[in-house]
């Protein structure tokens, strides 16, 4: 089975549609979401039904901070963009739409893998994997050898070695990338909905469960109509841009 691992859609649906095709094409037979599916994009609606739809058929869907933060049961505070979109996405919900988000839970496990948001250590708290020491400290949260999560919107591939030590890599997309038995692994796809390290491109993974091969894609998207939906929203201005330059 291909599984396609979206994370950090944040409304975007242009760049859901373009990754759901992709991994269509690709040969996924089944998906998962890691969270933020709303918050600083302009379709909220649109892509928490098409998420809905996809968990209806089997898919995994985790909750994010915006996600917790929409359906007001997050307290941590946000930037002030942030909790700008938050309020502007909670009045174009409907009132089950908000249920779908509050009801998600923080983490799954399924096959011998973790599904998160943010970590494994405390996933509601909301803390970033940002370097090797966070990367094992989540990795060894968990009995799963396999962990993918979101909230870092750049794609990073950690792995722990039998004696410990934790690596990064820097995935090449299109590279398919075999995740040794003899390791653990900490896999963040990247952002499909806002990516943040210099490529606007969409970005998602796709773990072949036969082979254990891990495999990111970087799938371009009609983001300048995306970034003309955020501005027509009233949205602030600097998450069109971010959308336009991937920062």
């Given at each position: 089975?291909?599984?396609?691992?979206?994370?950090?859609?944040?409304?975007?649906?242009?760049?859901?549609?373009?990754?759901?095709?992709?991994?269509?094409?690709?040969?996924?037979?089944?998906?998962?979401?890691?969270?933020?599916?709303?918050?600083?994009?302009?379709?909220?609606?649109?892509?928490?039904?098409?998420?809905?739809?996809?968990?209806?058929?089997?898919?995994?869907?985790?909750?994010?901070?915006?996600?917790r933060a929409?359906?007001?049961?997050?307290?941590?505070?946000?930037?002030?963009?942030?909790?700008?979109?938050?309020?502007?996405?909670?009045?174009?919900?409907?009132?089950?739409?908000?249920?779908?988000?509050?009801?998600?839970?923080?983490?799954?496990?399924?096959?011998?893998?973790?599904?998160?948001?943010?970590?494994?250590?405390?996933?509601?708290?909301?803390?970033?994997?940002?370097?090797?020491?966070?990367?094992?400290?989540?990795?060894?949260?968990?009995?799963?050898?396999?962990?993918?999560?979101?909230?870092?919107?750049?794609?990073?591939?950690?792995?722990?070695?039998?004696?410990?030590?934790?690596?990064?890599?820097?995935?090449?997309?299109?590279?398919?990338?075999?995740?040794?038995?003899?390791?653990?692994?900490?896999?963040?796809?990247?952002?499909?909905?806002?990516?943040?390290?210099?490529?606007?491109?969409?970005?998602?993974?796709?773990?072949?469960?036969?082979?254990?091969?891990?495999?990111?894609?970087?799938?371009?998207?009609?983001?300048?109509?995306?970034?003309?939906k955020v501005?027509?929203?009233?949205?602030?201005?600097?998450l069109g841009?971010?959308?336009?330059?991937?920062?």
């Amino acid at each position: 089975m291909h599984i396609a691992i979206l994370t950090d859609v944040h409304a975007n649906l242009e760049a859901l549609n373009a990754c759901l095709a992709h991994a269509e094409r690709q040969g996924a037979g089944r998906f998962a979401f890691l969270g933020d599916h709303v918050g600083y994009g302009a379709d909220p609606a649109a892509v928490v039904d098409a998420i809905r739809e996809r968990v209806g058929q089997g898919a995994i869907a985790v909750a994010g901070n915006h996600d917790r933060a929409v359906a007001a049961s997050e307290r941590k505070p946000l930037g002030e963009d942030a909790r700008r979109v938050v309020e502007w996405t909670r009045g174009r919900l409907r009132p089950d739409q908000i249920a779908f988000l509050r009801d998600l839970p923080l983490t799954e496990q399924r096959d011998g893998r973790l599904y998160t948001h943010a970590n494994a250590w405390a996933p509601g708290q909301w803390e970033y994997v940002t370097g090797p020491i966070e990367a094992g400290r989540s990795i060894r949260a968990t009995s799963c050898r396999i962990t993918f999560c979101g909230h870092v919107h750049e794609p990073t591939l950690y792995h722990m070695t039998v004696g410990g030590r934790v690596l990064a890599f820097s995935p090449v997309a299109g590279m398919g990338i075999p995740l040794g038995s003899t390791r653990r692994w900490l896999a963040i796809p990247g952002s499909a909905g806002q990516p943040r390290d210099g490529n606007p491109a969409a970005c998602y993974a796709l773990f072949d469960d036969a082979r254990e091969v891990l495999t990111y894609f970087r799938v371009p998207y009609d983001h300048e109509t995306t970034a003309g939906k955020v501005r027509a929203a009233g949205l602030p201005e600097s998450l069109g841009v971010r959308l336009r330059i991937g920062f």
